[in-house]
């Protein structure tokens, strides 16, 4: 929720899902949009962060990109389906790529406003750190979500049994990213050590969010892939969000109850 008294939700993407999958097209697609749309607006949604995830489409499902020319073809695929499917529906979607663009979509009363981020950079060690955020930015990325579920060379992921945080490289990475005015930051998947050294490198004038995660409690089968209380209070003393997934194993469980305690 913000001062424009609408709400954001996170449209993660990871599975394609709803309409920006490939597999869903035709009539078929444009019910689903119809659908979802309407429920954003009961709502009160006017802003939905679409994520890109080369990740899903690489060889082998759900693993890194081998380089950096897998990385980029898989990423440019998504960017233009994403495009594909806003360019049909003009007075459904509007491309955020501003906050005066998140501002005017907020206001507005029909159409919501996407911003496009991406999760799981690992192939920023094939080039050039200013290459690869030339890339993102020039793309209209406005949320670098940096890890996955791998530790890269780029740094350590919640998965990691021995938290190194951010490599040298990886540190360069964010630094160039910032420099290169990506606005918003994302520590979801992070290590405790790697999102504490993000939002130690990250200049003041960028936002940082967790934007799905979830509380390190007793009951939760998913506990890594949570945040801890240190990097919570660190995001929200920078002004930053902390998004909670609904995923049962990072809630505890499957009720609203198990919500509102995460």
């Not at 695929?77 to 994403?82: A, I």
């Not at 918003?184 to 130690?200: E, G, K, Y």
């Amino acid at each position: 929720h913000n001062d424009y008294g609408a709400d954001m939700a996170d449209r993660h993407s990871d599975l394609l899902g709803t309409e920006l999958s490939p597999l869903v097209k035709g009539p078929t697609r444009k019910s689903v949009i119809q659908l979802n749309h309407a429920g954003a607006l009961e709502a009160n949604v006017k802003g939905l962060n679409r994520n890109i995830f080369p990740y899903l489409q690489a060889k082998d499902d759900h693993h890194p990109p081998v380089d950096w020319p897998e990385f980029s073809r898989l990423f440019s695929s998504q960017d233009r389906y994403m495009k594909e499917v806003m360019g049909e529906h003009p007075d459904t979607y509007m491309l955020v790529t501003s906050q005066e663009g998140l501002s005017v979509a907020m206001q507005n009363g029909g159409r919501i406003g996407v911003f496009k981020s991406v999760e799981g950079m690992s192939q920023v060690i094939d080039i050039a750190p200013w290459k690869a955020a030339h890339f993102l930015a020039n793309s209209g990325i406005q949320v670098l979500d940096l890890m996955w579920n791998y530790n890269t060379d780029v740094g350590d992921s919640h998965t990691t049994s021995e938290d190194m945080g951010l490599t040298l490289k990886g540190a360069e990475f964010l630094k160039t990213c910032d420099n290169y005015g990506i606005p918003v930051f994302d520590v979801s998947h992070a290590s405790p050590r790697t999102a504490m050294d993000m939002l130690r490198i990250i200049g003041p004038n960028r936002r940082v969010i967790a934007s799905h995660t979830g509380a390190r409690i007793s009951d939760v089968s998913e506990k890594t892939r949570n945040i801890t209380d240190d990097v919570a209070t660190s995001i929200l003393e920078r002004k930053g969000i902390v998004g909670i997934a609904t995923a049962g194993g990072m809630l505890g469980g499957k009720t609203l109850d198990h919500l509102v305690e995460a």
